[in-house]
């Protein structure tokens, strides 16, 4: 069985991976910036190779310190790249086009931090009118407990969304069935 260890001895282990653990992000994203600009075209002054990105990655992997998953996503999200698997049963990145690389503006540990998230139009309508054709083809019953479904109707209607309603009384309240026309 192992000994418990003193106070002073995990305390000392304890800064001792703290300091390992924190200085190990900046030298990761070092390499990242290095394989980056490597990867570059040769016409932006890089040698066009993911050697290193994927070098970069293949470490991430044996480490166990450093999120793999996340590293790729972040090399994705600035390299036109795939991660395939080579006939020697290894994996690499390799370009899906012609080579495309930005250089990151943020450190590989904040990707997908909801202020780096790309932003995504939404088209109101189409998705009310998705999720109108959506419950008419499954004839799913929808909660209006707040009677919004006549407003929604009228504008429908006003933006050309077809689309059938009849309303149930329930003892639990107000439900609106919708049908598809026919």
Same mark, same amino acid.
């Given at each position: 069985?192992?000994?418990?260890?003193?106070?002073?001895?995990?305390?000392?282990?304890?800064?001792?991976?703290?300091?390992?653990?924190?200085?190990?992000?900046?030298?990761?994203?070092? @390499?990242?910036?290095?394989?980056?600009?490597?990867?570059?075209?040769?016409?932006?002054?890089?040698?066009?190779?993911?050697?290193? @990105?994927?070098?970069?990655?293949?470490?991430?992997?044996?480490?166990?310190?450093? $999120?793999?998953?996340?590293?790729?996503?972040?090399?994705?999200?600035?390299?036109?790249?795939?991660?395939?698997? $080579?006939?020697?049963?290894?994996?690499?990145?390799?370009?899906?086009?012609?080579?495309?690389?930005? @250089?990151?503006?943020?450190?590989?540990?904040?990707? $997908?931090?909801?202020?780096?998230?790309?932003?995504?139009? @939404?088209?109101?309508?189409?998705?009310?009118?998705?999720?109108?054709?959506?419950?008419?083809?499954?004839?799913?019953?929808?909660?209006?407990?707040?009677?919004?479904?006549?407003?929604?109707?009228?504008?429908?209607?006003? $933006?050309?969304?077809?689309?059938?309603?009849?309303?149930?009384?329930?003892?639990?309240?107000?439900?609106?069935?919708?049908?598809?026309?026919?």
């Amino acid at each position: 069985m192992k000994q418990l260890m003193g106070s002073s001895d995990f305390k000392r282990k304890l800064t001792a991976a703290y300091n390992a653990g924190k200085a190990l992000g900046p030298v990761v994203q070092e @390499l990242l910036d290095d394989g980056f600009l490597q990867a570059m075209p040769q016409s932006e002054g890089g040698h066009g190779s993911l050697q290193r @990105l994927t070098m970069v990655v293949q470490m991430a992997e044996h480490v166990r310190t450093v $999120n793999t998953k996340k590293v790729q996503a972040y090399i994705k999200a600035h390299a036109d790249v795939k991660w395939t698997k $080579n006939e020697d049963k290894t994996h690499s990145f390799k370009f899906r086009d012609k080579p495309s690389v930005t @250089l990151p503006e943020y450190p590989w540990f904040e990707h $997908n931090d909801s202020s780096h998230k790309a932003t995504v139009d @939404l088209d109101v309508m189409k998705e009310i009118k998705r999720l109108l054709n959506k419950a008419a083809k499954e004839g799913a019953t929808i909660k209006d407990d707040k009677d919004m479904l006549p407003k929604i109707r009228d504008l429908a209607i006003e $933006n050309g969304i077809q689309w059938q309603h009849t309303e149930k009384k329930s003892a639990a309240g107000k439900h609106t069935k919708h049908r598809q026309p026919a």
